[in-house]
């Protein structure tokens, strides 16, 4: 995934941020050069590209910078708001029920902000057994109490749902205070540092393996249906914890007990809510909780371009996929013939998506059907965040109820336990898709007027960059359908591909697939656009219209790293931004060429290519 968080910085002086107002009727000159001023804009010239790209390409900022992400999150509130207050035109509603849910939610979202925390009724009665309440809390999205349990589909059968428990992730533990939190966080402490393996089970087997735990009761309530003990799939982790785990809450107080899950509980709830009742955040929150209905009414009366952008990014697409198809016609790695068709039907399987939506051919009875058994208010935001959070855990483990739980790919769309959108690209190995959220869709991020060069050099190394998550050490291992395949663990135990994931750590990294990722894609993107033999030293390039000084593969580095410009937090999952545009720009091997770089003044490149053919 590319990140959320990346920004665009600017002189103030230029104003980009109320300029983007005016797009709207520019043409493709006069948008690519309003892309080259904000790119001139952010150039620090007193940095040499040769020894720090991302400081020379985003180094000149100053307290006056726009996040980009913020920025077509603004412009999307903005087209949404009178959408979700009534103002659009009602013949081109196909499905009113679902937009009178929405807007209800809505109207008491930006009207009523209660203080103090009401439970749903059901949350409130005590006395119940400790897997009860925590099926209970489960149902309206409190998930990893004891254990976290999530619906995905099976290893082997990414058709088939199936439940997954396993231990919780640390972001929650408490500190070790009370003598109950004490206990549990040295367990977790203790089974976090084992290895786990996984255990496919059904109903009556976990029964039997963890008798500690009242499963039955756990999923009979939240099902909210008697389950057929062996038609019930279930992939296990971190067993002895479980067992262990079960044991100490039969002996623990019931009073800590209560406490500890109020806890959690007030925690779920004031990171679920709309942080203001402004209709800004309103929507975002609503993004997240309510993503097939956001998506659905974004897609039906804000999402204008969609007839330009389609074909557009199909066209980036077919072409990075034939660049690849070209390594693979290389085949640096040495695959065998087996495994050569492996990778290239599971390349020619990747399903390129606009939106987080199911097949466009679905009815629209889908939408107006999918939310009706959510009772939303347009007066009580408390009511409807409780009805919202049940929502969304009903539909994640809706497919367990189907027969032999199969997922109906036609109606899938993501709905993750999430609380802030996805805003940024990414791909789903088990659905071997590549998705790009409507919201990115918009200038500066992506604009169809604009030149070749931006939009394959930004949008293009996107692709690129998700595209090669099917590919890397972890991506390796599923298969065209989306299952886990020994083809993919005999590739990836290869000794050339561990020299390539060896390569790449020769600089320490927070996400080896992330940095692969970066490497790869920058590299498919570049080859795409200029050729797999292009060579700088032999080509004379003649300037843009819209810019007499930069040339084309100088304009190509630039706009992809002004893609990470802006001040550094912390990244999450991924090395800082300068980090990732230096180390990525320092494998590719043309960089040093296209910036004529003095050999004692470029870093040495690191020649990482994974797919990429020796000596090209």
């Not at 439940?163 to 203790?190: C, G, W, Y």
Request: charged letters at 20%; one cysteine or more.
């Amino acid at each position: 995934m590319v990140s959320d968080r990346s920004v665009v910085t600017m002189n103030g002086l230029i104003l980009f941020a109320l300029s983007i107002v005016l797009i709207s009727g520019l043409s493709e000159k006069e948008i690519s050069m309003l892309t080259m001023r904000a790119i001139r804009a952010n150039l620090n010239r007193r940095v040499q590209p040769c020894t720090s790209f991302w400081g020379y390409a985003c180094g000149n900022w100053s307290s006056s910078y726009v996040d980009n992400f913020q920025l077509v999150e603004e412009r999307y509130v903005r087209a949404m708001i009178p959408v979700l207050s009534g103002n659009y035109s009602k013949e081109r509603m196909k499905a009113p029920r679902l937009m009178q849910k929405m807007s209800d939610y809505f109207q008491a979202c930006t009207r009523d902000q209660p203080k103090v925390v009401e439970l749903p009724q059901e949350l409130r009665s005590a006395n119940s057994e400790w897997t009860t309440a925590v099926a209970k809390l489960r149902k309206y999205g409190l998930n990893g109490v004891f254990f976290e349990e999530t619906v995905d589909v099976a290893y082997n059968d990414s058709l088939r749902s199936v439940v997954q428990i396993k231990m919780p992730d640390s972001s929650f533990d408490l500190k070790p205070t009370a003598q109950f939190n004490r206990e549990l966080f040295a367990l977790r402490s203790r089974y976090r540092k084992e290895e786990s393996k996984v255990e496919s089970w059904t109903l009556l087997e976990l029964k039997q393996q963890i008798p500690q735990i009242n499963w039955q009761n756990y999923f009979n309530e939240l099902l909210e249906t008697e389950l057929n003990e062996t038609a019930l799939r279930l992939e296990v982790s971190d067993v002895d914890y479980l067992r262990v785990m079960g044991e100490l809450l039969q002996r623990s107080n019931k009073t800590q007990l209560e406490e500890y899950l109020c806890t959690r509980l007030v925690t779920l709830e004031r990171a679920a809510r709309s942080r203001t009742s402004t209709a800004a955040a309103c929507i975002n929150h609503m993004r997240a909780l309510l993503p097939l209905g956001m998506n659905y009414i974004y897609d039906q009366f804000v999402y204008s371009s969609r007839s330009q952008d389609t074909p557009q990014l199909n066209e980036i697409f077919a072409g990075l996929r034939a660049m690849f198809g070209k390594y693979l016609d290389a085949n640096r790695l040495q695959l065998s013939a087996e495994q050569l068709d492996y990778v290239r039907t599971k390349l020619m399987g990747i399903k390129l998506k606009i939106g987080n939506l199911p097949d466009p051919l679905i009815s629209a009875e889908f939408f107006d059907t999918h939310y009706e058994s959510a009772n939303f208010s347009s007066s009580d935001f408390q009511h409807n965040l409780w009805q919202a959070l049940r929502l969304r855990t009903r539909l994640q483990h809706a497919p367990l109820l189907q027969p032999a739980a199969a997922l109906d790919v036609r109606s899938y769309y993501v709905n993750d336990d999430v609380f802030e959108a996805r805003n940024a690209p990414y791909f789903e190995p088990e659905r071997n898709t590549l998705t790009v959220p409507m919201i990115f869709m918009q200038f500066p991020l992506y604009d169809y007027r604009q030149h070749s060069i931006f939009r394959s050099s930004l949008m293009g190394f996107i692709l690129g960059h998700e595209m090669s998550h099917a590919f890397e050490h972890e991506g390796i291992l599923y298969d065209a359908a989306g299952n886990e395949s020994p083809i993919g663990l005999r590739i990836r135990q290869l000794a050339t591909f561990q020299a390539a994931l060896k390569c790449a750590q020769q600089t320490r990294t927070v996400s080896l697939k992330e940095r692969l990722a970066d490497f790869n894609g920058l590299q498919l993107a570049y080859d795409t656009f200029f050729g797999l033999d292009h060579n700088s030293q032999q080509l004379v390039y003649r300037p843009y219209g819209f810019d007499r000084e930069f040339v084309a593969p100088q304009l190509f580095h630039m706009n992809f790293a002004q893609f990470f410009c802006g001040r550094l937090p912390p990244a999450i999952g991924h090395d800082m931004d300068d980090v990732r545009v230096n180390e990525a720009e320092r494998n590719l091997h043309q960089f040093a060429i296209d910036f004529k770089c003095r050999q004692q003044s470029a870093p040495q490149s690191m020649g990482c290519e994974m797919w990429r053919p020796i000596g090209q």
